[in-house]
């Protein structure tokens, strides 16, 4: 028996997708930070908006992250991208105690 062969076109509608104002609401709060005019910021203005965004954050501090993700793209004077390390990432864990500095 010759197998059948598949039309071209369109795949007929098995069901009906939610539409896309019915996707779940983010309740993840953004903090942007912008130079001005769009300008990229250097680092020193990217610290004080660091710090002028934890300085807002500050009245919340019955809250907690949950997580905190903050993506950089850096570039050099000619507008370049540039990466400063080989796996493009940190991790940074905000405190440790002098015991867990040593290996204690």
Known sequence: MAAMKKPYGKRPKTSKAAPP???????????????KDNAPLTIPDLNQGLYEAMR????????????????LTLVDENGQE?????????????????????DA
């Open 56 to 71: 807002r954050l500050s009245r919340y501090g019955g809250y907690r992250a949950k997580w905190a993700t903050l993506y």
């Open 21 to 35: 104002s019915a996707a779940p609401e983010s309740t993840a709060f953004k903090i942007r930070l912008r130079g």
């Open 82 to 102: 540039v990466r400063i390390n080989e796996e493009g990432e940190w991790t940074i864990f905000p405190y440790q105690s002098a015991a867990d500095e040593h």
